[in-house]
Nanobody, 123 residues
Framework: QVQLVESGGGLVQAGGSLRLSCAAS????????MGWFRQTPGKEREFVAA????????FYTDSVKGRFTISRDNAQNTVYLQMNSLKPEETAVYYC????????????????WGQGTQVTVSS
């Protein structure tokens, strides 16, 4: 399984921006659809965004459309999540994930998870 390591989390004020990165351990990265989930204590892990293996298709949960952008660089084995206009309720641990396709990922069928990065949005 590909190993994933997230970075870029932190503390930001409401309305601010953060860019998360997820680096994969090897070039099998380019075979996977990649995505981001988030989780707050006591709640299930929630799908946020996904991108297909080539970067030509993306999918977002409704609440982040127009504010978040997922992208990938297969040469760098990295996927990104640009988050703009952040809201306090989006405070969570954000997890990077690899799956066989976007549709499979949306059903939370995941090949590999990262360890998570904390995003805190202050009001």
């Amino acid at each position: 399984q590909v190993q994933l390591v997230e970075s870029g989390g932190g503390l930001v004020q409401a309305g601010g921006s953060l860019r998360l990165s997820c680096a994969a351990s090897d070039r099998t990265f380019s075979l996977y659809a990649m995505g981001w989930f988030r989780q707050t204590p006591g709640k299930e892990r929630e799908f946020v965004a996904a991108i297909n293996w080539s970067g030509t298709a993306t999918f977002y949960t409704d609440s982040v459309k127009g504010r978040f952008t997922i992208s990938r660089d297969n040469a760098q084995n990295t996927v990104y999540l640009q988050m703009n206009s952040l809201k306090p309720e989006e405070t969570a641990v954000y997890y990077c994930a690899a799956s066989d396709s976007i549709n499979i990922m949306r059903r939370a069928i995941i090949n590999s998870w990262g360890q998570g990065t904390q995003v805190t949005v202050s009001s």
